[in-house]
């Protein structure tokens, strides 16, 4: 069982920064590929970003390759995103989501646990 807390979200203009962080419960934090997923207002909830268990491999969807990143951090049981020159469209709320799968996946089925989500305004 793994519960996931994120934090970090707000209210930031066009071309802004921010990062958002989620931390995990549990010893075997590790052992979960995890992942950042989003959902705007009447939307289906996408893929954004993944990162192996070891953090050493990353997946990131084309619509923010190149200006978000998605890190890991195994011993303070953290995955991060941060995001650079944030566009109005990057308005969603944001999940980060734990895969017991073992490889990564960008489908949203492959993912057991959920965040309770941090939203994301980004202004014009």
């Known amino acids: 069982q793994v519960q996931l807390v994120e934090s970090g979200g707000g209210l930031v203009q066009a071309g802004d920064s921010l990062s958002v962080s989620c931390a995990a419960s549990g010893r075997t934090f590790s052992s979960y590929v995890m992942g950042w997923f989003r959902q705007a207002p009447g939307k289906e909830r996408e893929f954004v970003a993944i990162?192996?268990?070891?953090?050493?491999?990353?997946f990131y969807a084309d619509s923010v390759k190149g200006r978000f990143t998605i890190s890991r951090d195994n011993a303070k049981n953290t995955v991060y995103l941060q995001m650079n020159s944030l566009k109005p469209e990057d308005t969603a709320v944001y999940y980060c989501?734990?895969?017991?799968?073992?490889?990564?996946?960008?489908?949203?089925?492959?993912?057991?646990?959920w965040g309770q989500g941090t939203q994301v305004t980004v202004s014009s």
């Open positions: 990162i192996t268990r070891s953090g050493s491999t990353t």
């Open positions: 989501a734990a895969s017991s799968a073992g490889l990564p996946r960008t489908q949203l089925a492959h993912y057991n646990y």
